[in-house]
């Protein structure tokens, strides 16, 4: 058999990777920490589309689609094509009359003539009323009829799509064909609404006639869609028009459905398809601004398109209550886009879908929350960003996902115990598991020179080969070198005034990456995070991404301060670490009461109580390096003081570079401890 290879068209990349997840949870998570909330990041996720995936659109590049469709539509002609083209087959057909008339001296041609003089302006009456007139010119008579089957293919194209194409020769079986099509029709949506339908009455039916219908319905349900939408497109085809026009064409169509014999068959269809879809906008008038006029049915298909483009419009927007991507039909994505706009959408809806069943979303009581997987993800990435843009040659700080917790190697080893984060030492518990009695010797076949035995020697062929059996009690573990473990205290501020100075998202982030710097590196550190306005509260780490800012008077770092003690007098054989970030000086204090008074500028009081907190951290050997995110004199001032009081450092980012500052600061800590 012959084979040939090309480009893959029929929708996504059969062989393509899985779509990574995590990619969508990392391009929400920089929302999520500016602020916004899991459903509205997820939201702007979906409209911007996929990260690294430049094939996939999102709802926004599917809209700017939808509505650049909608400008051609609207661009593409007139609605009132077929009654210009009706009324110059008529003038011609009268023309062609009166040049034959014209030499005939008889009266006859002269009351002929008179007849014609006296036609009615309007197309529709004048065409009635030489529906029985006898043509003398053989060639009027033959425009005439083409006049008529033109607004037969029309009249019923504009009803059932591509009713044109069957009609292109039409003879007296075609119209009886159609006309028992329609009565068929009629009663099978009669015998649908007594609950008498079944799908094997619709098979037959589209055994029959289901050439005449191009879309290939597979149900009741989707041929009442496709003929309530077309019908509710010729309703607005005539409420666009002008009321003359409006009359002078439904008297046209109301004419031509009688002469076919299909008026009172075409009354039962319209009523029984509004009684299914009166949700369709069946006397909108919508405006075409093209100048080629448009046939009968070229305007309803166009109108029937313009429809569908502006419901789907507003699905793609989502942006009223309770939108969902499920909201968005897949059939007139296709119908409008193609087949691949489909895919898009069904990508779409699986990183919802994928966020949840992965464990990154929880739907708690209607509301979408992250989960603390996805929390951890978060922290993960920002420190992965903090370490991007380290000098990694200069400070040494590498992205090692193989590094354990323990110190440098001493050379010697002990036996391993239950917990034991140490390495394997290969070679002492080889040394014990032959020493217990547990080597077996077999002959090696001669096949080559291959890997020999449990110990990594090589053994040629022939050779007899050894295997060393082992017990728990045989392992040993290299020792390392003890690393001291901290407590470690990030005062992060949480006053309105970091919202307003932008510098609220880049906080968090800087908390999300050293929690994750200290899970990952230093399991044995104990941390605690503090956020401070008004009060100070210790923070879980699970609270981080969703924290917003306090729309609050007051920067209580006294009270900060205060729980940062506690934590650092619960682990008193730890290295104590406390980080503070702040874009203000104290405002507020705690009272002995438990409230907090605020005042500024701010009172001597509040200074000197906070004050007396670096005073005692400096007395627990805690050293209280300040990043400074504002410029403000009296914030320079303050920290100054704290930093000649306790001896730590003062640095001055900008937001961009706190997380890098922070992670940096804390690793120079630990390896000077």
């Known amino acids: 058999m012959a084979y040939r290879y090309g480009e893959y068209h029929d929708g996504p990349d059969p062989l393509a990777p899985p779509y990574d997840v995590r990619a969508a949870l990392d391009e929400m998570g920089d929302a999520i920490l500016s602020g916004s909330t899991p459903v509205h990041a997820l939201r702007d996720l979906l409209k911007r589309g996929l990260p690294g995936a430049a094939d996939r659109r999102g709802l926004d590049d599917m809209l700017r689609e939808v509505r650049r ?91 059932f799509r591509g009713m044109r194409e069957a009609l292109a020769n039409p003879d007296p079986a075609t119209m009886e064909r159609i006309r028992q099509m329609m009565s068929d029709l009629n009663d099978m949506l009669d015998r649908d609404s ?103 049915g070229d305007a309803v298909t166009a109108l029937e398109e313009l429809a569908d483009l502006t419901q789907l419009e507003t699905a793609l927007r989502q942006d009223y209550p309770g939108a969902r991507l499920d909201d968005i039909d897949e059939a007139a994505v296709r119908r409008a886009l193609g087949r691949s706009a489909v895919d898009d959408l069904e990508a779409l809806k699986r990183i919802e879908r994928e966020l949840e069943e992965q ?76 020493r217990a009695g547990g080597l077996a010797h077999r002959t090696r076949p001669a096949t080559g020179p291959t890997t020999g035995s449990a110990t990594g020697t090589r053994a040629s062929a022939g050779t007899r080969a050894a295997r060393v059996r082992l017990s728990v009690d045989d392992f040993e573990v290299a020792e390392t070198e003890r690393r001291s473990a901290a407590a470690v205290c990030l005062l992060v501020d ?7 100075r932008g510098t609220w998202a880049a906080a968090k982030q800087t908390a999300l990456a050293l929690q ?26 699970d609270e981080l991404a969703g924290l917003d800012w306090d729309m609050v008077q007051g920067t209580n770092l006294h009270h900060a301060l205060l729980i940062a003690g506690r934590h650092l007098d619960r682990h008193p054989d730890f290295e104590p670490v406390v980080l503070v970030v702040t874009d203000g000086e104290p405002t507020a204090h705690l009272l002995r009461s438990g409230r907090s008074a605020f005042e500024w500028p701010p009172s001597s009081e509040t200074l000197e109580l906070t004050l007396a907190e670096v005073d005692k951290m400096t007395r627990r050997r805690a050293t209280i390096n300040v990043f400074m995110l504002a410029a403000d004199e009296r914030l320079k001032e303050f920290v100054d003081e704290v930093a000649r009081r306790n001896g730590g450092r003062v640095f001055s980012p900008s937001a961009e570079r706190l997380g890098e500052y922070v992670v940096s600061d804390f690793l120079r800590l630990r390896r000077a401890r």
């Open 69 to 159: 469709r909608r400008r051609e539509l609207r661009e593409r002609g007139r609605l009132d094509g077929t009654l210009e083209k009706a009324r110059a087959l008529l003038d011609k057909a009268i023309g062609q009359e009166r040049a034959e008339l014209f030499p005939d001296p008889s009266d006859d041609a002269r009351l002929r003539e008179s007849e014609l003089d006296s036609l009615p302006d309007d197309t529709a009456s004048a065409i009635q009323q030489l529906s029985s007139y006898e043509w003398r010119s053989a060639a009027a008579r033959q425009t005439f009829e083409e006049l008529r089957d033109l607004l037969r293919r029309e009249v019923l194209d504009s009803q």
């Open 494 to 500: 949480l006053s309105y005034s970091m919202a307003l």
């Open 359 to 434: 464990g990154y979303l929880l739907r708690r009581r209607g509301k979408l929350e992250l989960t603390p997987k996805a929390v951890r993800r978060l922290g993960e990435t920002a420190l992965r960003r903090v370490f991007a843009s380290l000098d990694a040659g200069r400070r040494g700080d590498h992205d090692q996902h193989d590094a354990g917790s323990a110190g440098e190697l001493t050379g010697s080893s002990r036996p391993w115990r239950f917990g034991d984060e140490q390495p394997i030492d290969v070679v002492r518990t080889l040394v014990n598991g032959v």
């Open 194 to 296: 007594r609950g008498e339908h079944t799908q094997e009455d619709f098979e037959a039916f589209m055994g029959k006639y289901g050439d005449l219908f191009p879309e290939k319905p597979r149900n009741l349900g989707e041929l009442i869609d496709l003929l309530a939408r077309r019908a509710a497109a010729a309703q607005r085809m005539l409420a666009s028009m002008t009321p003359s026009q409006r009359e002078e064409l439904s008297n046209l169509i109301n004419q031509t459905l009688d002469q076919a014999g299909l008026s009172d068959q075409m009354r039962r269809l319209g009523e029984s398809l509004y009684a299914r879809r009166p949700d369709l906008a069946w006397n909108a008038p919508e405006r075409l601004t093209g100048e080629d006029p448009l046939g009968l």
């Open 516 to 541: 994750a710097l200290v899970a990952s590196k230093f399991p044995q550190d104990a941390v605690q995070i503090i956020g401070f306005s008004n009060y100070a509260r210790v923070l879980q780490p």
